[in-house]
C-alpha cells in the first residue's frame, strides 16, 4: 500500500518556491493583491456570522451525537469543546508553530518542501490554482518530522518531534470517535464499514499535520490568507489561535466566520464523507482572511481513508427516493483529480444521471 507522501508525490502541484518574507513587506505586493476577479468565491453574499453561527456542540451532551448529526447536514462544519484534549497539548502545538515560523525566513527554507514534495515549508499547496499569491506560509508534515526538525533545530529538534507525535496520537483518536459519531447519526454502524477494521478503530487511516501562520497585513482587505476551497479529507479537525480569520460558507446564507473559542476546535465535513454520505453531508467550502494587527497560526490534522481503499455513497444512503450520486474512488485517485481540478474535482466523480442536478443546486446557491 502507498504511503500518504508516495500518495502525494504521485500528482506534484507546482507551487513556487521562492517568496518574500511577508514580515518584511510594508505594502501589499501587486502579485498578493487580490480583487472581485481572482477570488470567485467572494460572488456568494457576505453574511459574517450576523444571525446564526457555526453549531458549538459540548462532547459531554448526551444530546451530542444528535447536534453533531444536524450540525454535519446543515453546515459540514462544527466545533467541539470538552474534547478531551489537554489544553496543554495545544499550548504545546501552537508553540512548536510559533517558533518554527518566526525563524528567519533562509532558516525555514533549510526546510523547504522539494517541487515535487509534500512534506517541509512553504505556500499552500493550493496556491498552484490562483494568479495571485496567498498571504500565509505553511509547514506540511507526513509521517516523522524527525528529518525536517533536524534542519530546522539541530540541537533541539526532539522535543518538537515529541509534540507532533503526541499531537497525532491524541488526534487519530479523536478523528475516530468524531468519525463515528458522524456515521452513526447517518445510520452506519461499526459492522457497515469493513475498512475501518473489526472493532472499528480506523487503524489504517492516513493522515497529515498542516501547520499555517498568516502574518499581519498592511493592507488585509485586498488580501487572501489561503483561498476557498474544501478539504479532501474525510474530515479535518482544526486548532486555531484566539485570533479570526476562518470563515465557512453556508448555502443560502453566505460566508459566515468561525470565531475562536477557547479550547475548540472546528471539525470540517471533507469531500470523502461528502462522498460516502451520498452528498448529505456538505463538504465545507472555507477560506481564511488576514488582518492588520496579529499573527492568525492554524494546526490542520487532516484524515483520509487508507489510500487504496474505494470510498462510495455507503449502500444504506442509496434506495429509489435517494440516487447515488458518486462513483467508486479510492483518496489516491481522488488526489490525483484534485490536483487537476481543484475546487470542480467533486463534480468529476458525480454519476452521470446526477450531474444535471448538481449543476441546477449550483446555480442557486
Ligand atoms: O487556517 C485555517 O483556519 C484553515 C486552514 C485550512 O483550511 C487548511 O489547512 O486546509
Ligand atoms: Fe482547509
Known amino acids: 500500500m502507498p504511503s500518504l507522501s508516495e500518495v ?3 500528482h506534484p502541484v507546482h507551487v513556487q518556491h521562492k517568496h518574500p518574507d511577508l514580515n518584511s513587506l510594508q505594502e501589499l505586493p501587486e502579485s498578493y493583491t487580490w480583487t472581485q476577479m481572482e477570488d470567485q468565491a467572494n460572488n456568494h453574499p457576505s453574511n459574517c456570522g450576523l444571525n446564526e453561527g457555526v453549531p458549538v456542540i459540548d462532547l459531554n451532551d448526551p444530546n451530542a451525537p444528535k447536534l453533531i448529526g444536524h450540525a454535519c447536514i446543515s453546515w459540514g462544519v462544527y466545533q467541539v ?13 501552537q508553540c ?5 515560523f518566526s525563524l528567519p525566513s533562509h532558516h525555514k527554507h533549510r526546510a523547504a518542501r522539494s517541487p515535487d514534495g509534500v512534506d517541509g515549508y512553504g505556500l499552500a499547496r493550493i496556491s498552484s490554482f490562483f494568479p495571485k499569491l496567498m498571504w500565509s506560509e505553511g509547514f506540511t508534515i507526513v509521517g516523522s518530522p524527525l528529518e525536517r526538525f533536524r534542519q530546522l533545530w539541530p540541537q533541539d ?3 518538537y518531534c515529541d509534540t507532533v507525535m503526541q499531537y497525532d496520537e491524541t488526534m487519530k483518536k479523536l478523528a475516530e470517535k468524531l468519525m463515528w459519531l458522524m ?12 475498512w475501518a477494521g473489526a472493532k472499528g478503530q480506523f487503524k489504517n487511516t492516513c493522515a497529515a499535520l498542516q501547520l499555517n501562520s498568516y502574518p ?4 488585509p482587505d485586498r488580501a487572501m490568507g489561503l483561498a476557498a476551497h474544501t478539504d479532501s479529507t474525510l474530515l479535518t479537525i482544526l486548532y486555531q489561535n484566539n485570533i479570526s480569520g476562518l470563515q465557512v460558507h453556508r448555502k443560502g446564507t453566505g460566508w459566515v466566520t468561525v470565531p475562536p473559542v477557547p479550547g475548540g476546535l472546528v471539525i470540517n465535513v471533507g469531500d470523502l464523507l461528502h462522498i460516502l454520505s451520498n452528498g448529505l453531508y456538505p463538504s465545507v467550502l472555507h477560506r481564511v482572511l488576514v488582518n492588520r494587527v496579529q499573527q492568525r497560526l492554524s494546526v490542520a490534522y487532516l484524515c ?37 481540478h481543484f475546487n470542480k474535482a467533486l463534480s468529476t466523480v458525480l454519476v452521470s444521471s446526477a450531474i444535471s442536478e448538481f449543476l441546477e443546486a449550483k446555480e442557486t446557491q
Open 8 to 10: 502525494y508525490r504521485a
Open 157 to 159: 529538534y526532539n522535543k
Open 216 to 219: 499581519t497585513c498592511p493592507d
Open 304 to 340: 483520509g481513508p487508507p489510500p487504496n481503499v474505494s470510498i462510495c455513497p455507503h449502500e444504506k444512503l442509496v434506495g429509489p427516493n435517494q440516487p447515488r450520486l458518486y462513483k467508486s474512488v479510492t483518496w489516491n485517485e481522488y488526489l490525483g483529480t484534485k490536483a487537476k
Open 96 to 100: 512548536l508553530g510559533e517558533t518554527l
Open 81 to 93: 469543546v470538552n474534547h478531551g484534549i489537554p489544553f496543554t497539548l495545544l499550548d504545546e502545538i
Open 183 to 194: 456515521l452513526e447519526s447517518l445510520g452506519i454502524t461499526k459492522e457497515d464499514l469493513k
